[in-house]
């Protein structure tokens, strides 16, 4: 899944397109495009380029004079359906020119629809699943775009995020979702839409969600949000507070690296007001009562990747802070169990971004069989937030690294936060441990800092990286909460360095790891 941006205004949005598209970049992405629209739809014009958005950029400089266009969309293309090459680039067209889109993600019944688009005489140009979406628009459009979004929307089986433009009706963009990220960015006279906010964070910090089963229209002048049925929905603006340099590297080789060194703030930050001296940890936004919270008798963590690995960590936390049995799942695993589940059970679904498919289809499962389902994510108002009873949110600002990182730490500072109020109110944290317990979570910030301002140690880790990185294998051990370390390391590796790993408990190394 990759990236998506849409702008509606005065400026010229060629420029707009591909500053949010380079927003977007961090992601990776084989091939990128644009389509831009005149103010009186007169003239569409597209423009798709294969390799990074330097060649994008210079095939619409080569473009020489394209159409005044203040409205367009943009895409950065991950392939899942048909190779990377600039036909297979989008937006993508249907056979009259008429409809340009971009998708993200993908359509799992395309094929079909292929097929009987095809019998009904359509032409297809790329060799994508997306396609069939500029097609499925063609045929069912009557002179009404919004409509044959809407109408298109439940042809279509598998998770996606879709924006869609024409020259028939300049000045406006149509998105639908489902269980792909869309947001919509509000400014005066102009507004967004786009995968993430970070592609419009430069010009507009309040932000609208869009949720699943709904059409969003955006124009210059506003956006409106509809479900299927055409009523109206009420969608209020958001104002995030992350500074739009979050999005910039500032001096750092990469993303990752910046936010390593953001960990200290990420933690001060998910801390904050909760966990103080002498006063007691207060988490309203749970929307677990006292009384409820007493009544919990299990607690079940699900999360998928470093979530689920933050919830490894949190087992050992909560269990020593509150006594309370605490199981952790895989929520991609969890999902297709019928795992009975009580009342009295307290659920955490642990996502980053608050939209990760498995983690929420988890969470909808446990909140039917009874659980009461806490959210804890880093995004405002994400759909995690909606799937669930309450909500503790890590605040560790906006993470561009595809590598989670100061958000894992503020996830494991979280769900200790979250064992403390527990313990609490069960009356097993004593004040004097919770006395000590808070001092040593205040320090903790500083702890870190000092350790990323340790010249010797941050040269220790470069000369082991330097010795060890033309290895071809990494195994991790570890033990207690070195264990989801160790797992947690083994991931980070396979993820940003693409060499093979492995983690296993230290005390299982003899069975299996030895013989290899
Ligand atoms: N499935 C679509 C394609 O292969 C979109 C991939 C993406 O999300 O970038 O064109």
Redesign the pocket.
Known sequence: ???IIGYVGTREADEILLQGLERLEYRG?DSAGISLLDEEGQRMEVIRAVGNLAKLREAVDGNGQGPHATTGIG????????RPSRE?A?P?SDCTGQFSIV?????ENYVELRRQLTQEGHEFR?E???EVVSHLIEKVYDGDLVAAVREVYPLLEGH?AIVAMSPRHPGMLVGARRQ?PLVVGRGPGENYIASAIAAFLKWTKDVQLVEDGEIVVVERDGARFEDLDQALVEREVTPVDWDDAAAEKQGFETFMLKEIFEQPEALENTLGERMRRGVPVQLDEMRLPPDRARSIERVLILGCGTSYHAGLVGRYLIEQVSELPVEVELASEWRYRNAPLSRNTLVLGITQSGETADTLAAMEAARERGGHVVAVTNILGSQATRVADGTLYTRAGLEIGVAATKTHVAQVLALLILGAYLGQERGVLGDAHQAALTADVQGLPDLVRGMLEDAEWMANIEAIADRYHQQRFFLYLGRHVGLPVALEGALKLKEISYIPTDAYAAGEMKHGPIAL
């Open positions: 899944m990759c990236g992405y895409h950065t293309r991950w392939a899942t359906h048909g297979n989008h993508i998708l993200n993600g993908i359509i790329t994508t699943d997306a996606f792909c």
